[in-house]
């Protein structure tokens, strides 16, 4: 049984908006930081926007700060990633990670910005 599950991803043009959806499990999302990492094509995968562990506080990639937002129900235990004036290096996998870079990963969703 999947741990994390994204939905949301999708084709968008340049300046449009997606929002990405990732509901876990009540024992994941209550007790790990929670958040979207990101991994384009030929590149290393980031960080882009992430909740502390307890739900206190956010980080935010430079690059998109600003632009995205990421916020959390913690009565359905998902995360959402709201984007907005996507630009075309947005495009990426989008995956959604608990406990940081040796933890949980979803499968991923593709993002892809057009010109």
């Known amino acids: 049984q999947a741990q994390l599950v994204e939905s949301g991803g999708g084709l968008v043009q340049a300046g449009g908006s997606l929002r990405l959806s990732c509901v876990a499990s009540?024992?994941?999302?209550?007790?790990?930081?929670i958040g979207w990492y990101r991994q384009a094509p030929g590149k290393q995968r980031e960080l882009v926007a992430v909740w502390g562990s307890g739900g206190r506080s956010t980080n935010y990639a430079d690059s998109v700060k600003g632009r995205f937002t990421i916020s959390r129900d913690n009565a359905k235990n998902t995360v959402y990633l709201q984007m907005n004036s996507l630009k075309v290096e947005d495009t990426a996998v989008y995956y959604c990670?608990?406990?940081?870079?040796?933890?949980?990963w979803g499968q991923g969703t593709q993002v892809t910005v057009s010109s």
């Open positions: 009540r024992s994941i999302f209550s007790s790990n930081s």
């Open positions: 990670n608990a406990g940081g870079w040796t933890g949980i």
